[in-house]
């Protein structure tokens, strides 16, 4: 499949400089962090959240837990995980499971953790479980320019 149309006329249209990386098929963040010999810091993973009647992504590594908690005093109580129905036609153009972490091409405001925002260099799903997206820190700030950041992970154990 490789890159999301969606994600990838985004990218063009933005101008963002990135590479390709096929790899084995992973069905989870960590697995694909693996195959690929690449930091589970460095690799960001999109979580589609709903609020307040619509959708947001929050985006964070792949080595991370998520802390809704966190994330509701950040946004409001009305802050809950998306369900995989509702991820599936928010992100049409992808493979079940398989998120960018950018959101504006879908519609989504973005929340961005700051511990990815560190990273001098940025891996991401390009919306099928075959395909990584690696971009420089400075490429990366630019998607996320306008983005809501905070801290809302931790490190798994």
Excluded at 60 to 88: F, Y
Excluded at 125 to 144: M, P, V
Aim: overall charge negative.
């Amino acid at each position: 499949m490789s890159i999301a149309p969606t994600l990838r006329q985004y990218l063009i249209a933005e101008n963002i400089q990135y590479d390709e990386i096929p790899h084995e098929l992973t069905m989870s963040s960590t697995r694909t962090a693996e195959a690929c010999h690449v930091s589970g810091d460095r690799l960001a993973k999109g979580i589609v959240l709903r609020r307040d009647g619509g959708y947001m992504l929050a985006v964070m590594p792949a080595s991370h837990h998520l802390h809704l908690l966190e994330l509701r005093k950040k946004l409001g109580e009305d802050v809950a995980m998306a369900d995989e129905t509702e991820i599936g036609q928010l992100f049409r153009d992808c493979a079940h499971g398989a998120v960018p972490a950018v959101g504006k091409c879908y519609g989504l405001d973005l929340i961005v953790d700051d511990s990815i925002e560190a990273q001098p260099e940025i891996y991401m799903k390009a919306g099928d479980h075959e395909t990584l997206l690696h971009l420089s820190g400075a490429q990366f700030a630019r998607l996320t320019a306008n983005a809501l950041h905070g801290r809302f992970s931790s490190h798994d154990a």
